[in-house]
Every structure is written in C-alpha cells, then in structure tokens.
C-alpha cells in the first residue's frame, strides 16, 4: 500500500519520525483514465465516477415504494470503516426490500465490501457473517467494546442489530443479547460517553410511528405526510458493563417526544469537555440537548436558536453536518431541509448561542430548489477551507407523486416536484468561513441527477484527498462513488486516534492545529450526514504550509502536543 503512516506515541511534545514530506502516490487502478467522466466543473475540485472501476456499480437502496410508501420513500445509510485493520476503509451499504410480502421474509439484506488496497472493493457480506435483512436505515461503525476493532451497528424499521467484530473478518450479532434490539422505527444513530465511566454510550433516533402492517391498511397510493403520524420517543442506552445496557432515555430527558427524528450527531458543543445532542426533526423543531454531566441533558433548542429557519418556523430536517466554519473553536450546524426550505447553517458564538447565517454565508438560494439529505463539510481540495457537498433527491418520483395528488388531493407532497425526483449533488467551495457555490449544471457532481440518500466521505485510496460515496434509491441513477481528483491540491494531514483515554476511544476528542498563520478546530463526532457514517481518520487540508503543529485533547485529558508536524501523511495516534 502506497501510503506514508506514522505512528506517535502519546508522551507530549513529538514530531514525526519520518523525514520528508511528499504525498502519497495514489495506486494505479484509482489513476484517471483515458475517457473517465470528470465531474465537478473545471474549477480546482474535480471528481470521476469511479464505481464500476472498483467494484461498486448497480448499487441502490431498494424500496417497494408503491406499498411501504412513508418508509420506502425515506431510504437508508452508509458507513465508512476499516473493519479488518489494514489501513483501508472498507463500505457498508444499508438495504431495503424491492417488493414487500406480508409474513414472508426479506432476501434483501446489507452489503459490506471490502477496500483491498490494490483492485478496489469486493464484496464480503456472506463471509463477514453478516446477514441484516428487511428495511434497514443508518449504519455507523465504532469499537463499541473498545477492543481495538470497529463494530458494526445497524438501524432498522424494526429491531436494531449489533454486529461485533471478532478480529478475524467476521461479526457476530449482540443486538438483542445486549439488550439494542428496540423495536421500533428507528432511523439515526451516535455513539457518545454520557456518564463519563470510560465506556460507550448509545442514543437511537426514531422517525414515526408505523409499521409495514401499518402502512399496507392504506391504499397503495395513500401518501401522508410525516404530521399525519405519531412521534414517537427516541431512546439512550447506558453501557453498564460489556454486553450489558440499560435504556435510560426518560430519566436523562432526551426522549424528544414531539420530535420526528432522523440525523443525529454527538459532539461537544460547549467546550466544557461532555459530548451533547442535536437532533434534526422533520416537520418539527430541531433540537439541542446540552449534557449536564450527571448523567442527563437539558433542552437548549429555544436559547440556542437552532430549532427554527430564519423566519421562525421550523422546517422539515433531514440530515445533519458538523464543523468548525468559522475557526472560533466551537463547532457549527448544517441542517439539510425540504424543497423550498434552505438547508440552515447554525454559526456556534459559544456558551450555547447559535446565529442563522445560512445567507450571510452563501448558503440560501442555491438549496431551495432542492430536498437534502447527506451533507458534510470536508476540504476536498486541501486548500484549509472546509467546502460542503448536499446530496438530494425528491421523496416519490414524478408520476406516484401525481397519482397520489389525484387521489388524496395532498399539496404539499405534490406541489414541489418541479425539481424532479432525480436531482443534483450540490457543491460548495470554502472561502474563509464563506461558501461559494460550484456551478457544476444540473446534473451536478453525480454527473447525473440521483434520488439521493445517505453519504458519506472518505479517503478510499489513501492519496490525501476525501472521496464520497452517495446512496441512491431505486428509479433514480446508481448510487455513485465519486474519486477525488482534484488537480493543485494543497499539502494535507491526517491522524487516527487509537490511544485510550478516560473515555475509552476516539469520540469526544478535538484537535488544535496550527500551520502559518492559521488554526483550525477539528472534532471527533458520532452520527452525521443522513443515517450514516463517515471514517476516521481526521483528515485536515493545510493550504501550502508542510508543516503544521497539533494539540490533541481527548476529554478532559490533558492536551497532548506535537510540533512541526510533516505534512502529506497519516498519523496514527497510541
């Protein structure tokens, strides 16, 4: 594997050791191609369609959207993860069923491909032992049992599943031994340490109340909107002891009753080293829970601004992107919303107080057109500005979309569909905390409309710069894996946090990086996008600088320091 790794060791200040700092040649079969489509415009982030090349082609969430209709429509997640430990993020795909039978089960079942580092993904389902059947919706790996390799865990629209990895390539399923199983809708998923024991803690969204059975008592075409359903609660899991947990989600005050929930993300909002709660609500306010530190949370939505669109009504949320945009050290909301509705950027001033600078920054016009799911913010030309990708699709192609007006007269699910239910993958280029929208054509970075779902980003042939891959529902484009081949980028680093700390792994740490005159924040969060997972490690693009100096606090750890740092390598962090 082409691939310049270096590992520290965590005992203050350190530098690489490891002269040099040329980038990583990027392995032949990722190379561009004679006649591969480049996407992405001619600007300095460019893309190419590598899916069929690696092994991902004729990949889609299938949905029998006919029958199932609200949960079809909704569709799943991905998850980025190095589960066999030899350096390369290796992809799982959550499934839906084609063509529901009431009392039959499903053959449709998720998919695991392996990144090989050589040819590109093949798929392992089968030989993993992973057989996750039915409606499946967010996927999220983790070392849940913090024994040095990721687990998998999978939501469904019926009972979780909690898939440990063995160490030798294949998985066992825990679910309901450890008590995860919850039935239930459930769409959203992030792993956080809420008591502050040193283990991990897991917080489950749930959508609506319904089930197949449900949905089959309406005729096929009975389309309802998310408010004609019951919201149900959504559910926090204490880890007592390994295999053991215990719902705890009254007494801690995050069930978010009123709340249609679907992206989710842990992270540490307030800078006061406990990891918090936003959830993205669909038909209804978001919502932000700040962790007391005793075990329960607050509801900060209401002071903290980040419940409602700039005209004070909530709006309909899907997904959910996190980051540092601005540089103030606190990290910042990006909230994907319905057509018509901007997709809200939530600017983090600290001490939970959020501003809407969703047009301040760029962000308004270009999203309204569309329906947003997966979102992140990554620096996909390394320059050091963080750039945003929205992944869209509409909820129903065009001709259900029509009949269903025609049966039930339902305006808001018919009166939108002028974006078409395939629709473009939007890009945005960071400009000093701005946003600069990338004129890419309709078909945008797909090169293709696509009825979008989850995505989510990673370095796929470790070159130093972030690929994504996109997931698609049925009557849309294949889900597309799209190679980052941006000419001109800047140098670049990244760091894989394998240490122990009081909290177990990875989550809750930041870092603090500093290069010329520059510094950005960089967190470790669980959740994400929509119903999925992106893979560690931090990656951070430094511009032209080739060095760059980082602190590292994981908790309330004290902050470990590096200095002079060779950029263009990927560190690994014991």
Known sequence: MNRILTTLALLGWGCASQPGDGPAGSRSV????????????????????????????DIHYPADLKDAKIIGTMGGGVAWGD????????????????????????????????????????ETTVDSGIEACGWGSG????????????????????????????GDGTFEEKGRDWGLSAPGYNSGAAFLDVDDDGDLDLYVTRYVATTMEDELEWPSLKLRMPEDYEAPDNALFRQDTPGRWTEITERAGVADSEGRSLGVVAVDFDRDDRPDLFVANDRGPNTLFQNLGDGTFADVTASAGVGVGPDGHWESAMG?????????????????????????????????????????????????PWVGWGAEFVDFDNDGSLDLYVANGHIVPNLISRLGYWL?????????????????????????GKFEYIETG????????????????????????????????PQGSPSVLLHNQSPRTGHWVQFELRQRNHRGGALASR???????????????SGGSYLSGSALPLHAGLGNAPRVDLNLTAGTDVATRYRALPGNRRYVLR
């Not at 300095?44 to 092994?55: E, K, L, T």
């Not at 039930?408 to 000093?432: D, K, M």
């Open 408 to 432: 039930n007269r339902n305006e808001l699910i018919h009166a939108y569909t002028q974006g078409g239910y395939r629709q473009p993958v939007l890009l945005y280029r960071g400009r000093v």
């Open 30 to 57: 990722w190379s561009q191609r004679p006649g591969d489509q480049s996407l992405g415009g001619a600007g300095p982030i460019r893309f190419v369609d590598a899916s069929a090349a690696v092994g991902l082609s």
């Open 139 to 166: 996927a999220l790996f983790e070392d849940v049992d913090l024994d040095g390799d990721l687990d998998l865990f999978l939501t469904f629209v019926g009972e979780n599943q909690m898939w440990v990895n063995r």
């Open 511 to 525: 870092a603090r990086l500093h290069y010329a005159d520059t510094v950005q924040w960089i967190d470790v969060p």
């Open 320 to 368: 959910v992107a996190v980051a540092d945009v601005d540089s103030n050290g606190y990290p910042d909301i990006l909230v994907t919303n319905y057509v018509t509705e901007p997709n809200s950027l939530f600017v983090n001033l600290g001490e939970f107080v959020f501003t809407d600078e969703t047009r301040d920054r760029g962000l308004f016009h270009s999203s309204l």
């Open 442 to 473: 309709e078909a945008g970075l797909v090169g293709r409309r696509v009825a979008a779902r989850g995505s989510a980003a990673a370095d796929v042939d470790g070159d130093g710069r972030l690929d994504l891959f996109i997931l698609s529902l």
């Open 83 to 122: 589960y066999d430990g030899d350096g390369d993020p290796d992809l799982y795909v959550t499934q839906g069923v084609g063509k529901y039978r009431a009392g039959r089960p499903s053959s449709t079942c998720g998919l695991l491909f392996r990144n090989d580092g050589e040819a590109g993904f093949e």
